[in-house]
């Protein structure tokens, strides 16, 4: 059976794949199913279990909104006393639980549980915690929160390590390399690089109504121009149509001639 079932937070776990990553200390348990089989909102079809640096979770929200409470104050409403206990406690015996995260089916990743045990790690300088990831109706497909081959978020490389094979080594990091193309747009207008950094975008966002081939795109790009171009392409394989993306095609769009790309295509 293709499931992985949740009764009253106790998981039967029936998987068709259970790999451990001896690299990172990773373990997954991955149960897909079927190419065609559309799992309901609340199964899971995968999990992650591993080691982290706590910095690298500090960008995903509390799916209750726990994050918003260090806004505007350090604590988290724990008081300095609490919170200083919290942060010695951490030092001295590290979490004794793992960081809980959730990707929901929509696409929505958070903490479910561990907001503050993650910044209280985060304080105590600890580089490495427990974390689970539980993957709702196959949300895995569309991209993962950690990458088990590297225990890091996609597109992010260990500075110590060696870049993967066939990756260039100055590649930006993804996000990075949308505020790059936006800003050399912006100062080099009308210029090939920037139509094709452009068409590229728009591509890429719209690629099932209208699209230039990626060779096109690049053609005419050099240097640290094809580098953004790279990485932004890497991100679209890895994540698809992403709020980023959406971004910057909204502000290229009426800088293309209409009859290349208009966003009632889409």
Same mark, same amino acid.
């Given at each position: 059976?293709?499931?992985?079932?949740?009764?009253?937070?106790?998981?039967?776990?029936?998987?068709?794949?259970?790999?451990?990553?001896? *690299?990172?200390?990773?373990?997954?348990?991955?149960?897909?199913? #079927?190419?065609?089989?559309?799992?309901?909102?609340?199964?899971?079809?995968?999990?992650?279990?591993?080691?982290?640096?706590?910095?690298? /979770? /500090?960008?995903? %929200?509390?799916?209750?909104?726990?994050? /918003?409470?260090?806004?505007?104050?350090?604590?988290?409403?724990?008081?300095?006393?609490?919170?200083?206990?919290?942060?010695?406690?951490?030092?001295?015996?590290? /979490?004794?639980?793992?960081?809980?995260?959730?990707?929901?089916?929509?696409?929505? *990743?958070?903490?479910?549980?561990?907001?503050?045990?993650?910044?209280?790690?985060? &304080? &105590?300088?600890?580089?490495?915690? %427990?974390?689970?990831?539980?993957? +709702?109706?196959?949300?895995?497909?569309?991209?993962?929160?950690?990458?088990?081959?590297?225990?890091? %978020?996609?597109?992010?490389?260990?500075? @110590?390590?060696?870049?993967?094979?066939?990756?260039?080594?100055?590649? %930006? #990091? @993804?996000?990075?390399?949308?505020?790059?193309?936006?800003?050399?747009?912006?100062?080099?207008?009308?210029?090939?690089?920037?139509?094709?950094?452009?068409?590229?975008?728009?591509?890429?966002?719209?690629?099932? &109504?209208?699209?230039?081939?990626?060779?096109?795109?690049?053609?005419?790009?050099?240097?640290?121009?094809?580098?953004?171009? @790279?990485?932004?392409?890497?991100?679209?394989?890895?994540?698809?149509?992403?709020?980023?993306?959406?971004?910057?095609?909204?502000? +290229?769009?009426? @800088?293309?001639?209409?009859?290349?790309?208009?966003?009632?295509?889409?």
């Amino acid at each position: 059976m293709y499931f992985l079932e949740n009764r009253i937070n106790q998981y039967a776990i029936q998987c068709e794949e259970v790999v451990r990553d001896d *690299a990172t200390n990773f373990k997954t348990q991955i149960s897909e199913g #079927p190419s065609w089989w559309v799992p309901e909102l609340h199964i899971i079809t995968r999990i992650d279990e591993g080691y982290v640096d706590p910095n690298d /979770l /500090l960008h995903l %929200p509390g799916l209750a909104g726990e994050h /918003l409470q260090f806004d505007h104050d350090p604590t988290g409403g724990y008081g300095e006393q609490q919170w200083n206990t919290l942060i010695e406690d951490v030092r001295v015996n590290g /979490l004794q639980e793992a960081i809980l995260i959730f990707k929901e089916m929509d696409g929505r *990743a958070g903490i479910h549980e561990g907001n503050h045990r993650l910044r209280a790690a985060v &304080a &105590a300088a600890l580089t490495r915690v %427990p974390v689970e990831i539980r993957y +709702f109706g196959n949300s895995q497909r569309a991209g993962l929160v950690i990458d088990p081959r590297t225990g890091k %978020p996609p597109g992010i490389v260990n500075a @110590k390590e060696k870049e993967p094979m066939g990756r260039m080594q100055n590649t %930006p #990091p @993804k996000y990075e390399a949308y505020r790059l193309i936006e800003e050399w747009c912006a100062k080099n207008p009308g210029t090939g690089s920037t139509l094709g950094l452009m068409r590229l975008v728009l591509s890429l966002y719209n690629g099932r &109504a209208f699209s230039f081939s990626i060779p096109v795109c690049i053609w005419n790009l050099d240097g640290a121009r094809l580098e953004w171009a @790279k990485a932004i392409i890497l991100d679209y394989f890895e994540r698809g149509e992403t709020d980023e993306l959406l971004e910057l095609a909204s502000k +290229f769009a009426p @800088k293309i001639e209409p009859f290349e790309w208009s966003p009632e295509s889409s």
